[in-house]
């Protein structure tokens, strides 16, 4: 599993990038950095503008990568508190 977590969170930093590289020259260096500094931002404003740029496959992985992300360390943090409480 946390090899998967892994290979998914890398995944979202790649697709994250690849929409920074489309966000920077269409909006400003202002909205670019607050994409920098807030991965949410970069993330609505690529689902937002996916058609206009091209962007549906990089979205959709994305948000594949998140899902992802977020199952795996829900299924990890489970597996964790439940050993815990079995060895007490």
Do not use: D, Q
Not at 8 to 34: H, R, T
Not at 65 to 75: D, K
Not at 77 to 86: N, P, Q, V
């Amino acid at each position: 599993m946390t090899i998967l977590y892994w290979l998914a969170s890398l995944g979202s930093v790649v697709c994250w990038v690849m929409v920074l590289i489309k966000m920077f020259p269409a909006e400003g260096p202002l909205k670019g950095i607050l994409a920098v500094i807030c991965g949410l931002y970069a993330f609505v404003w690529g689902w937002m503008n996916s058609t206009r740029f091209n962007l549906k496959t990089i979205m959709l992985a994305w948000t594949v990568c998140i899902l992802i992300s977020i199952a795996t360390g829900a299924v990890g943090a489970a597996s964790m508190f439940s050993g815990m409480s079995s060895g007490m």
